[in-house]
């Protein structure tokens, strides 16, 4: 009897993953699942299912329900350190803002790859759709996604394969091409009436984008990058540090970041490292973040900042705790000007 093939469908949160695993794992074949951390899907350390106060990332709950309704296993792999390494710096570039897509593909499909190794499986899967989405699913960059893989002739496309060239599983009959689709174009509309035929009525958007096709952050990733020391790798904790809270740039190169709500602030306090740290006393507001503790401007700055975002009445000056390498100072400060805010806003 021949055995079962085994393929491994990347998941990537988003319908098509999902319709895509499903078709092929309705045509018999053994599918199992694999969704990549990059390390900018949720706050806390990649490749961990909750974060560092015991709450399940929002997006690991999301991808797991994806699996659930395509009925494959799920794996989640940490990817980070290689992804941030090519963040820095990406062979084909960004898209509208600081999002390395065909890197990305081509990352989480060579990972995918040595997973399917591994394994011993015989395909891989992704729910591309041809002509989607301008920058990583037009034609030239699915040939290119899959020959810088070394994915070629392996990965299957469910939804567009009738408008693709059969690949090695089609041809060597471990699924039948006459159950794929060929799908293409912007269209959402198949999709949805493939989900509605699978009986898959209720699918969950996404829980939050890729933050890194976010102006904001696209803004705050480039300012970062040109302090950056170039033998200096990119960590989780810059990362962490640069999707929170507001950011303040100041003309001799301190960094100051003053969180916006509760949760960003406990998340700062977490993400202190060898920074300064400001926290108000006596009454309600947002703590600080200083990048260069020695520097008195800085310093002075990020004060006046969080008096200015903190509930103490307009003029009034607030009592803060300054916190550096284990040395804690009372201090009091009064809010900065608003102009002198905006100039140094991010
Ligand atoms: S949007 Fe983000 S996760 Fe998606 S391909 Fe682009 S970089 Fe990768």
Same mark, same amino acid.
């Given at each position: 009897?021949?055995?079962?093939?085994? =393929?491994?469908?990347?998941? &990537?949160?988003?319908?098509? &993953?999902?319709?895509?695993?499903? !078709?092929?794992?309705?045509?018999? @074949?053994?599918?199992?699942?694999?969704?990549?951390?990059?390390?900018?899907?949720?706050? $806390?350390?990649?490749?961990?299912?909750?974060?560092?106060?015991?709450? %399940?990332?929002?997006?690991?709950?999301?991808?797991? =329900?994806?699996?659930?309704?395509?009925?494959?296993?799920?794996?989640? %792999?940490? @990817?980070?350190?290689?992804?941030? #390494?090519?963040?820095? /710096?990406? =062979?084909?570039?960004?898209?509208?803002? @600081?999002?390395?897509?065909?890197?990305?593909?081509?990352?989480?499909?060579?990972?995918?790859?040595?997973?399917?190794?591994?394994?011993?499986?015989?395909?891989?899967?992704? $729910?591309?759709?041809?002509?989607?989405?301008?920058?990583?699913? /037009?034609?030239?960059?699915?040939? +290119?996604?899959?020959?810088?893989?070394?994915?070629?002739?392996?990965?299957?496309?469910?939804?567009?394969?009738?408008?693709?060239?059969?690949? *090695?599983?089609?041809?060597?009959?471990?699924?039948?091409?006459? #159950?794929?689709?060929?799908?293409?174009?912007?269209?959402?509309?198949?999709?949805?009436?493939?989900?509605?035929?699978?009986?898959?009525?209720?699918?969950?958007?996404?829980?939050?984008? +890729?933050?890194?096709?976010?102006?904001?952050?696209?803004?705050?990733?480039?300012?970062?990058?040109?302090?950056?020391?170039?033998?200096?790798?990119?960590?989780?904790?810059?990362?962490?540090?640069?999707?929170?809270?507001?950011?303040?740039?100041? =003309?001799?190169?301190?960094?100051?970041? !003053?969180?916006? /709500?509760?949760?960003? /602030?406990?998340?700062?306090?977490?993400?202190?490292?060898?920074?300064?740290?400001?926290?108000?006393?006596?009454? *309600?507001?947002? !703590?600080?973040?200083?990048?260069?503790?020695?520097?008195?401007?800085? *310093?002075?700055?990020?004060?006046?900042? @969080?008096? #200015?975002? &903190?509930?103490?009445?307009?003029?009034?000056?607030?009592?803060?705790?300054?916190?550096?390498?284990?040395?804690?100072? !009372?201090?009091?400060?009064?809010?900065?000007?608003?102009?002198?805010?905006?100039?140094?806003?991010?």
């Amino acid at each position: 009897m021949s055995r079962t093939p085994i =393929a491994l469908a990347l998941i &990537s949160g988003g319908l098509d &993953s999902l319709l895509a695993a499903r !078709v092929v794992h309705d045509c018999g @074949v053994d599918v199992r699942g694999i969704t990549f951390d990059s390390g900018f899907f949720h706050l $806390g350390k990649p490749g961990t299912r909750e974060d560092e106060f015991g709450r %399940v990332h929002p997006w690991v709950a999301h991808v797991e =329900a994806v699996a659930a309704q395509a009925r494959v296993p799920l794996e989640i %792999v940490d @990817v980070s350190n290689d992804f941030y #390494r090519m963040l820095l /710096n990406p =062979a084909y570039g960004y898209g509208s803002h @600081v999002n390395p897509c065909i890197d990305c593909k081509i990352l989480f499909l060579r990972k995918a790859l040595e997973r399917l190794r591994e394994l011993q499986g015989d395909f891989l899967i992704t $729910g591309e759709v041809t002509g989607q989405r301008p920058m990583s699913q /037009n034609r030239t960059a699915l040939d +290119c996604i899959e020959r810088r893989s070394g994915c070629h002739d392996i990965l299957l496309r469910p939804l567009s394969a009738l408008c693709l060239e059969p690949t *090695k599983p089609e041809r060597e009959g471990l699924i039948d091409r006459q #159950r794929l689709l060929g799908f293409s174009g912007r269209t959402r509309k198949p999709q949805m009436e493939l989900a509605a035929r699978l009986g898959i009525q209720e699918y969950a958007q996404p829980a939050g984008g +890729c933050v890194l096709t976010e102006e904001a952050f696209a803004h705050r990733f480039l300012d970062f990058r040109k302090e950056l020391q170039p033998e200096r790798e990119l960590t989780h904790v810059d990362i962490t540090r640069l999707r929170l809270g507001r950011h303040f740039r100041l =003309a001799q190169g301190s960094k100051i970041i !003053v969180g916006r /709500n509760e949760i960003e /602030n406990d998340w700062l306090e977490q993400y202190c490292g060898n920074w300064g740290l400001i926290r108000p006393l006596e009454c *309600k507001g947002p !703590v600080a973040l200083v990048s260069t503790p020695g520097d008195e401007t800085g *310093k002075r700055f990020a004060l006046g900042a @969080v008096a #200015r975002y &903190s509930d103490a009445p307009r003029g009034q000056s607030v009592q803060l705790e300054w916190i550096h390498a284990g040395v804690t100072e !009372v201090l009091w400060a009064a809010a900065s000007p608003e102009e002198e805010l905006i100039a140094a806003r991010l």
